[in-house]
């Protein structure tokens, strides 16, 4: 499967920028396939679907109906576009990373969605991207003109100015700028109100778009080892004395549970709940866009 392709994450990080990590996932990414499924953003012929009713006459093709004895009309590469937007988490619980893996969950974020902005773009799709934290800011709208993937690649990198996570507010406000039937891709560690985020994906849903959330988390906020002395929160600087002895049942307890409500929130709205640790390839990620881009066409 394409996810389980091998994807050197050390390397990875050592690439010196984001459009060079994008490209080396993706290459990576199709590499797990015997055929490669993109297509380019052109207007050529590219594959027949049935004929359904409401369809025009003039768009069938008579010559593969002597054929086939089977109606089917032409699907065009300017018929398959869709809009892509990929949101990221900027609030400082992102900028996280134990030592245990090279990188934080904020540049893990940055090379995912960048991958999947250049998977978009070969797919011939417009994509958008957005900042989400205290406010959401660095709004780029979704276009599959040429320069665009370069501009998405800037937004990424552009440093957040907010510190604390207002995620579902965020997508509140987004919610109001995206043309409806979107592919909506969130990468957070989503540590905010369920009940806030809860609303916050209903409203998508109900503008018609497909959810996919990416959970990106440090191995050491999934396991809790090796946890001593005293832990700072980044975003409150709040201090608290501790022991993983004292304190890991009761951790991976909660967030155990933290986890399973978060994937139901998302669910129950039919999108896809994917948790990405930090020390692992997000190829998932780009599976899972695949997927529910078939499910649009």
Request: glycine share 6%; with cysteine.
């Amino acid at each position: 499967m394409p996810a389980n392709a091998p994807i050197d994450l050390a390397l990875l990080a050592q690439l010196p920028n984001i459009p060079l990590r994008a490209k080396y996932l993706v290459q990576g990414f199709l590499s797990g396939f015997h055929r490669s499924p993109m297509k380019g953003n052109s207007v050529e012929f590219t594959e027949y679907r049935a004929y359904q009713s409401g369809d025009e006459p003039r768009r069938v093709d008579w010559r593969f109906y002597g054929r086939s004895d089977r109606l089917c009309v032409k699907v065009f590469e300017e018929e398959t576009q869709l809009r892509v937007f990929l949101f990221m988490d900027s609030s400082a619980s992102m900028k996280y990373a134990s030592g245990q893996n090279a990188f934080t969950k904020l540049e893990y974020s940055k090379t995912t969605l960048a991958a999947l902005a250049f998977l978009a773009s070969r797919q011939g799709d417009s994509f958008g991207v957005a900042h989400l934290g205290d406010e959401m800011e660095h709004f780029l709208p979704a276009r599959s003109r040429n320069g665009h993937l370069k501009a998405v690649f800037a937004r990424l990198e552009a440093p957040p100015r907010y510190r604390k996570t207002r995620i579902a507010a965020s997508l509140l406000a987004l919610a109001e700028l995206l043309p409806k039937r979107s592919i909506v891709i969130i990468a957070s560690d989503f540590y905010d109100d369920l009940p806030a985020l809860e609303t916050a994906f209903g409203r998508l849903r109900y503008d018609g778009h497909d959810l996919i959330a990416l959970q990106v988390l440090d191995p050491i906020e999934i396991e809790f080892n090796d946890i001593h002395g005293i832990l700072v929160d980044v975003e409150t600087q709040q201090r608290m004395q501790t022991s993983s002895h004292e304190m890991r049942e009761s951790y991976l307890r909660r967030f155990g549970q933290f986890q399973r409500d978060l994937a139901d929130a998302v669910g129950h709205r039919g999108g896809d709940f994917i948790a990405l640790r930090t020390d692992r390839s997000p190829l998932e990620a780009l599976s899972a866009y695949l997927a529910h881009r078939e499910q649009k066409l």
